[in-house]
T-cell receptor, first 117, second 112 residues
Framework: AQKITQTQPGMFVQEKEAVTLDCTYD???????LFWYKQPSSGEMIFLIY??????QNATEGRYSLNFQKARKSANLVISASQLGDSAMYFC??????????????FGSGTQLTVLP | NAGVTQTPKFQVLKTGQSMTLQCAQD?????MSWYRQDPGMGLRLIHY???????DQGEVPNGYNVSRSTTEDFPLRLLSAAPSQTSVYFC???????????FGQGTRLTVV
């Protein structure tokens, strides 16, 4: 079974500052992928970043980086230089990659980020 | 470059009515899935398919049916709508079961 925990229902950050959104996970799969998605008020799900459990380096995509600590089972999203357009709900998700694993994408409950001007 | 297309975007149903939410993708993805999103609960998997002719249940399958006759299409059927099925529904696809998921725009369903 897989489980994603996002303990911050809401976060505030000042424009241009960095912010970290927490995500911890639990899985029995030896190989897995971790994802972050952004959902603005318009409702669509926007893919941000991916980290494989086998990747040696933390993933980065522009202003987004994933702070992956495998031993702690955490996959925190770091947004640098926040912008007003970053205000949205953010979801952490994972799926197993092992042959025979359920392969379903499991989501956390999300963190609502508000960027203040 | 359509990606994943869901229809309709909005729907209001009366209790007991049935309907089908449509989902189509043009990326030749093998893996397709349906999620529902309720406030404070993230996205929960309803049904998924790893290829044409193969479907399986997710976390919350009761009250829903799916079929996968082609690679492109993965419709979700509500058999007899109930107010508890009021939710936002997302269809998603990925190239392989471990890959990034592409989402449709969502369907906001209200059952009265």
């Amino acid at each position: 079974a897989q489980k994603i925990t996002q303990t911050q229902p809401g976060m505030f950050v000042q424009e241009k500052e960095a912010v970290t959104l927490d995500c911890t996970y639990d899985t029995s799969d030896p190989s897995y992928g971790l994802f972050w998605y952004k959902q603005p008020s318009s409702g669509e799900m926007i893919f941000l970043i991916y980290q494989g459990s086998y990747d040696q380096q933390n993933a980065t995509e522009g202003r987004y980086s994933l702070n992956f600590q495998k031993a702690r089972k955490s996959a925190n999203l770091v947004i640098s230089a926040s912008q007003l357009g970053d205000s949205a709900m953010y979801f952490c998700a994972m799926r197993g990659l092992t042959t025979g694993s359920a392969r379903q994408l499991t989501f956390g409950s999300g963190t609502q980020l508000t960027v203040l001007p | 470059n359509a990606g994943v297309t869901q229809t309709p975007k909005f729907q209001v149903l009366k209790t007991g009515q049935s309907m089908t939410l449509q989902c189509a993708q043009d990326m030749n993805h093998e893996y397709m899935s349906w999620y529902r999103q309720d406030p404070g609960m993230g996205l929960r998997l309803i049904h998924y398919s790893v290829g044409a002719g193969i479907t399986d249940q997710g976390e919350v399958p009761n009250g829903y049916n799916v079929s996968r006759s082609t690679t492109e299409d993965f419709p979700l059927r509500l058999l007899s709508a109930a107010p508890s099925q009021t939710s936002v529904y997302f269809c998603a696809s990925s190239l392989w079961t471990g890959g990034r998921a592409f989402f449709g725009q969502g369907t906001r369903l209200t059952v009265v």
